[in-house]
C-alpha cells in the first residue's frame, strides 16, 4: 500500500518458498528431460520417489528441511542432493513457462543462452 516503503513485510508474515517438485528433481539427477512427459513417469523415477518419501516422510519434508546426509544416504544420488541444496539456496535456475506450459529448470549457464532467443527477428534474414 502507498502508505508502506517498497519491500516492506509485517514482521507475522509466513515466508514465501518456492520449490519444485521432487519428481523432477529425481528425473534431473538421473540426466532426464523433465519436461518430457515419459522422463517424469520413468519407474526409476517414482521407485527413488517412494523410497525416499517412505525412510524420510513427505515431499515438502525432503525438500525443505532434511539433512544433506539424510538424502545421500536414503538415496545414494549426490547429484539428487546437490539438487534438492541448490534448489533451497535458490541457485537453480528456471525458464519461464507460458500459455498452460511449465517453466523448464536450467542446470548449465550455456543452456540458458541457448534457449533464451528461440524465434528469429525480420534483422536475421538481411
Do not use: C
Request: aromatic letters at 8%; charged letters at 30%; proline letters at 6%.
Amino acid at each position: 500500500m502507498a502508505d508502506r516503503p517498497r519491500g516492506f513485510k509485517p514482521s507475522n508474515a509466513i515466508p514465501y518458498v518456492s520449490t519444485l517438485p521432487l519428481h523432477e528433481l529425481i528425473a534431473l539427477s538421473y540426466g532426464l528431460d523433465p519436461s518430457y512427459e515419459g522422463a517424469l513417469s520413468a519407474r526409476k523415477v517414482w521407485e527413488t520417489y517412494r523410497s525416499l518419501t517412505s525412510k524420510l516422510g513427505s515431499e515438502y519434508f525432503i525438500l525443505l528441511e532434511t539433512s544433506r546426509e539424510d538424502v545421500l544416504k536414503a538415496t545414494g544420488n549426490v547429484e539428487l542432493v546437490e539438487l534438492i541444496m541448490a534448489q533451497r539456496a535458490g541457485l537453480l535456475r528456471i525458464r519461464p513457462g507460458f500459455d498452460g506450459v511449465y517453466g523448464k529448470p536450467i542446470l548449465k549457464p550455456d543452456e540458458e543462452k541457448r534457449l533464451g532467443k528461440t524465434s528469429k527477428r525480420l534483422e536475421d534474414f538481411l
